[in-house]
């Protein structure tokens, strides 16, 4: 891990033009740019206290170990280098199970309401895209009713809490005196300059291309699928019963490779951004690496968006400011390259790799854990 750490120190610490000569780049051509340091060493030595990774003798270091180990050394870089300004959440699998609402009781609504009292802001930046508050307010009123009863007792004043939807293209504010909680903020006063270049011609034309692809997979793979088209996305969902049919994890892997090959090679997909993607979680995915028989749950479809994380969470920086990345945690489930809409977000601001909602609130717990450490 020591030489790791001197590894991408290295990197970092080299002027941008000079990235692609750093020993790191010629070891892994493809990483990108680190936001803050880590202290690898320091968070194995932490995260073996926990996991014992030394101390086995049968099992090696997994997947989930470095997963972790990245992670604290992420959250103690941010503790020591901050201060930490933006928190931003993914919604199923990060904040609650995959299509389940953040209920009262969720652990994560005292740990979010922690971090509003300490001055950080919170976005949540979903793939689910409404126009209309109440939908929103209908998966997260645990948390919304919790900030208003906040407020009401006295212990937050004016707390900042901005949900981002369909990846980037629709952003609410929390509102103590709305009816659901939730105020819809119009695209001309928080859309990037970048995003004006993208025109409702093109848009169109890379959806067309997108359910073009999402039928053809319908007829090549035999799914017993629905086209579901919205102003910004289109996606396939499984049929309703009686003809309902679990998607093998194979069906939705080929359906979102080709289907993103597809519309990357379209003309409007040549400059216009978007995200192809799936629900798999890694928790998921990797019970069906190890257990050849594991039931799979959750995300059973598969979604072109307009734009993605990264500009939903640039979104939420420049919306509030101008937050910079260095000062930005993106916390989800879905980092892996393939399928993943969560992977986008590490070129706006640091992440962090979550398995399942319980691991959030360890992963908060941690944060709170190393502030009180300083």
């Given at each position: 891990m020591h030489d790791v750490e001197a590894l991408i120190n290295d990197h970092s610490n080299m002027p941008f033009l000079a990235y692609g000569r750093s020993k790191l780049k010629l070891l892994v051509p493809s990483v990108g740019v680190f936001f803050t340091p880590l202290p690898l060493e320091e968070a194995f030595k932490f995260q073996d206290g926990r996991r014992r990774i030394s101390s086995r003798r049968?099992?090696?270091?997994?997947?989930?170990?470095?997963?972790?180990?990245?992670?604290?050394?992420?959250?103690?870089s941010l503790v020591r280098?901050?201060?930490?300004?933006?928190?931003?959440?993914?919604?199923?699998?990060?904040?609650?199970?995959?299509?389940?609402?953040?209920?009262?009781?969720?652990?994560?609504?005292e740990r979010i309401l922690n971090l509003l009292i300490e001055g950080i802001k919170v976005g949540i930046v979903t793939a689910a895209g409404y126009t209309d508050a109440s939908k929103y307010y209908g998966r997260l009123f645990g948390l919304?009713?919790?900030?208003?009863?906040?407020?009401?007792?006295?212990?937050?004043s004016d707390p900042t809490v901005i949900i981002v939807g369909g990846e980037s293209n629709y952003l609410f504010t929390f509102?103590?005196?709305s009816e659901h909680l939730l105020t819809f903020v119009p695209r001309a006063k928080w859309m990037l300059e970048e995003m004006k270049a993208w025109s409702?011609?093109?848009?169109?034309?890379?959806?067309?291309v997108a359910e073009g692809a999402l039928r053809e997979c319908i007829e090549n793979l035999g799914l017993a699928a629905a086209i579901l088209r919205k102003e910004r996305a289109v996606g396939i969902v499984p049929l309703?019963?009686?003809n309902a049919r679990k998607f093998a994890r194979e069906q939705l892997e080929e359906t979102v490779l080709l289907t993103q090959q597809i519309v990357e090679m379209s003309p409007a997909g040549k400059f216009l951004?978007?995200?192809?993607f799936n629900g798999q979680s890694i928790e998921a995915i990797y019970l069906l690496l190890t257990f050849s028989d594991a039931f799979l749950t959750g995300g059973n479809d598969v979604f072109v968006d307009i734009g993605d994380k990264s500009w939903g969470v640039l979104s939420c920086q420049r919306y509030l400011g101008g937050i910079e990345g260095s000062k930005t945690l993106h916390v989800g489930d879905q980092f892996l390259s393939a399928g993943a809409n969560d992977f986008k977000a590490r070129l706006a601001c640091t992440t962090a790799w979550i398995?399942?909602?319980?691991?959030t609130v360890q992963l908060l717990d941690e944060l709170s854990l190393h502030k009180g450490q300083i």
């Open positions: 049968f099992v090696p270091p997994s997947f989930n170990d470095i997963r972790l180990i990245l992670n604290s050394a992420q959250l103690m280098n901050g201060p930490l300004q933006l928190i931003t959440f993914d919604g199923d699998v990060t904040l609650y199970d995959d299509g389940e609402s953040l209920i009262p009781k969720n652990p994560v609504i919304l009713e919790a900030i208003k009863n906040a407020v009401e007792q006295g212990k937050l509102d103590a005196t409702e011609h093109d848009i169109t034309a890379l959806l067309d309703s019963e009686p951004p978007f995200c192809a398995a399942s909602p319980s691991e």
